[in-house]
Nanobody
Framework: QVQLVESGGGLVRAGTSLRLSCAAS????????MGWFRQAPGKEREFVAA??????STTYADSVKARFTISRDKNAVYLQMNSLKSEDTAVYSC??????????????????????WGQGTQVTVSS
C-alpha cells in the first residue's frame, strides 16, 4: 500500500510561487498515475492537475493552466505553482491511481479513479 506525504505548503503573497511535493512512503510511485486536487473552505474538492505514469502526459484544470506545472520522478510528484492568486488558497492533496493495466500514458481528472490519498498541505495566498 502506498502512503503519500505532501510538503511545501505555506503562506505566500499573490504573484509569487510555491512548489509542492508529494512523496511515497513504503514504496515507489512507479505504475501510478498521479494527481493533485484542492479543497477551499466551504467548497467541494476540485481537480488541479494530473500526470501519467510515464510522465509523458499531463492535464490541468482551466483555472491553473499556464500557471501550474506538474512533474514527477520515480518517488515523488511535484506541483510548481507560479503567479499565485488568492483564489488558489486551499488544502492541496496528492493522489495515486493504479495504472499498471491501463498503460503508461493513462491519467485521470476524476477523484473516484484514485486509490490512495495524502493528508494534504495548506496553501494560503494573501492578496
Amino acid at each position: 500500500q502506498v502512503q503519500l506525504v505532501e510538503s511545501g505548503g505555506g503562506l505566500v503573497r499573490a504573484g509569487t510561487s510555491l512548489r509542492l511535493s508529494c512523496a511515497a512512503s513504503g514504496g515507489t510511485l512507479s505504475s501510478y498515475a498521479m494527481g493533485w486536487f484542492r479543497q477551499a473552505p466551504g467548497k467541494e474538492r476540485e481537480f488541479v492537475a494530473a500526470i501519467s505514469w510515464s510522465g509523458g502526459s499531463t492535464t490541468y484544470a482551466d483555472s491553473v493552466k499556464a500557471r501550474f506545472t506538474i512533474s514527477r520522478d520515480k518517488n515523488a510528484v511535484y506541483l510548481q505553482m507560479n503567479s499565485l492568486k488568492s483564489e488558489d488558497t486551499a488544502v492541496y492533496s496528492c493522489a495515486a491511481a493504479t495504472s499498471i493495466w491501463r498503460g503508461s500514458n493513462y491519467y485521470t481528472e476524476e477523484a473516484r479513479d484514485y486509490d490512495y490519498w495524502g493528508q494534504g498541505t495548506q496553501v494560503t495566498v494573501s492578496s
